[in-house]
């Protein structure tokens, strides 16, 4: 079942058409990834899905509602969280507090709200529980800052996963990371999958290759190919490039 | 698109010249031929020949100095000028933009009546072997053309994997060079041209 999808977006800047025609469906417990080159329009796409921008034509429907033109906040209360590129920490919060932070109880008792994250003894498990899930549970008394920046990656996924989202967007999740970071984050993403359906924006082929159960690559504010890691290495292209040679 | 042919350059020029007081040419380019079915079109020359030129005058942001382009019927000067990316649409290499005057309101011009170009310019694409995009970006042209529609790929070739691009992608082709645009029915056909072997250089087979 289709958990979300977009419908035929066109979106321009003044004379520049940005996003031509984008339909794109993500299915409930996948990893759907979108990939493309540089300057393809990726990142305007996940603006326009996650609400930041409203399309010129198109819909987009989430869990059976239209949620075209809502904002990201409403989009973010229907259960869609994100991750950016561009990383939103609380940088002098330690890791728990990130986390605690965002969790919806936090959220709903005002003020204060790390004090009260600290004497609520569930919360506090709660916390953990997510920090452990990715990877960051010796990490919870550390100041957001002094972490590395693949962990720092990490605590950004904790606190999108803290709202308990239904879809989880990540936009460019290597971004800045060496390999071992990578590696670090596929083994992270691969253990969330399932668990929350996943869309991943990504530059990297070899990591959403080696993740996605769909992918679609975007060029030209267009998806120019669409398919399975499988379906899309067919492409005689694709097999004789850098990457086929990773398969 | 019933019977009109795709696309038409009737009788196209375009004269640029020095400035308003030294009228020396600095540049002219005569284009005159018609394409009726859907195809995959290369369009190769050297830098500066204008190439980039043609594809602005075929998606109408650039005018002519004389002739008519005509894309699935509508004169593309008459077009609403947010309107004419309906009809021909031109991919920039990078994110240079050239911008054009307008001189005509937009109430007083023709709506383009399509909602996804006819006609697909692409200017230089990226193709590097390396990262196996270059598949996808075929594919691409095989189902826009598949479609029904019109695909340009403008290349100066700089390496022979650019040619064998397009020799298997492309049905027609067109050489810009000389102040004209030639058409050529095939690869065949345009790799024997003289012009074209000197233009090629070391990369002629």
Known sequence: MALFEAHELHLRFGDRVV????????????????????????????????????????????????????????????????????????????????????????????????????????????????????????????????????????????????????????DEPTAGLGS????????????????VTLVVIEHDMEFLFSLADVISVIHWGQVIAQGSPADLRANPWVRNSNLGKLA | MSGLPLLALERVSKIYRRGLFDRTLAFRLDVDFRIDEPAIVGVMGPNGAGKTTLFEMIAGSNAPTGGRVVVAGHDMQRVRYRERDRLAIHYHQSYQVRRFSRTRPDFMMEPAGSSYPVVHLFDEPQFNAQDGYIGFMLDFFHRLRGEGRLVFICLHPTAAL?????????????????????PFADFGRIISDPDVRRYLGALAP
Do not use: W
């Open chain 1, 180 to 195: 071992d970071g990578r590696a670090r984050l596929a083994d992270l993403v691969r253990k969330l999958k399932g668990a």
């Open chain 2, 162 to 182: 650019h040619l064998e691009l397009l020799r298997q992608t492309c049905e027609r082709y067109l050489f810009v060079a000389n102040g004209q645009a030639r």
């Open chain 1, 19 to 170: 996003l031509e025609d984008i339909s794109l469906s993500f299915e409930v417990g996948r990893l759907s990834g979108i990939m493309g080159p540089n300057g393809a329009g990726k990142t305007t796409c996940f603006n326009v899905l996650t609400g930041r921008y409203r399309p010129d034509r198109g819909r987009v429907v989430f869990d059976g509602a239209d949620i075209t033109g809502r904002s990201p906040q409403a989009i973010s209360r229907l259960g869609i969280a994100r991750s950016f590129q561009l990383m939103n920490l609380f940088d002098e919060f330690t890791a728990f507090e990130n986390v605690a932070i965002a969790l919806p109880e936090t959220r709903r008792r005002g003020a204060d709200p790390i004090g009260q994250a600290y004497r609520d003894s569930a919360l506090v498990g709660e916390a953990h529980e997510i920090l452990v899930n990715v990877g960051l549970g010796d990490r919870a008394g550390q100041i957001a800052k002094s972490l590395p920046y693949g962990e720092r990656r990490a605590l950004e996924i904790a606190v999108a996963l803290a709202s308990r989202p239904k879809l989880l967007f990540l």
